[in-house]
């Protein structure tokens, strides 16, 4: 006989709510040490495997980004979309370090600034997979969340009513 945990409403709350913070926190943090690191950042996002343009881009988007997703996982209202983008810049990092690891590239580029450069490829990729699996969690609650209210998870959280979906 398979038994099955209930998770209360309130713990899936709980749940969502600290995922969102643990991203929040490790967004921001990767935002703001770039921006302290700006000399850096720049060399070694200009030491990657992909090209100057693609770098200049990432050096100076790559940080609003980050916390243009950091607050809208703050925000009730934008949340869902922010653990959506989380899980999509995390699924991205961590393809990237993947395929850094595989040698793909003919060669393995330095790693990133901060608490992250003091780890190994190997530890950048668990790393990279423990928040991407974080991000995912976020979202699979909040889903479940907006399910038990009667909202429909696809619309991000708008009540039935406002989607065309009550009956």
């Known amino acids: 006989m398979e038994k099955r945990i209930k998770i209360t409403p309130i713990k899936k709350s709980i749940i969502q709510e600290a995922t969102s913070l643990i991203l929040v926190l490790l967004l921001t943090y990767t935002a703001f040490s770039k921006w302290i690191d700006w000399t850096g950042t720049k060399n070694a996002l200009y030491n990657q495997v992909f090209p100057t343009r693609m770098a200049e881009g990432l050096l100076w988007g790559l940080p609003v980004v980050e916390l243009a997703v950091a607050a809208m996982l703050v925000c009730n209202k ?40 003091s780890l190994g490829w190997g530890e950048h990729l668990a790393v990279n997979i423990g928040f991407l699996l974080i991000a995912m969690i976020g979202l699979h609650f909040h889903r479940k969340i907006d399910n038990e209210f009667g909202q429909p998870s696809l619309e991000g959280g708008k009540p039935a009513k406002e989607a065309g979906l009550e009956k």
């Not at 934008?78 to 899980?87: D, H, K, N, P, T």
């Not at 999509?88 to 600034?113: A, D, H, N, Q």
């Open 78 to 117: 934008w949340r869902y979309y922010g653990l959506w983008i989380s899980v999509l810049l995390m699924l991205c990092f961590t393809i990237y370090v993947g395929l850094v690891m595989t040698g793909i590239f003919g060669r393995i580029p330095c790693s990133c600034g901060g608490v992250m450069g």
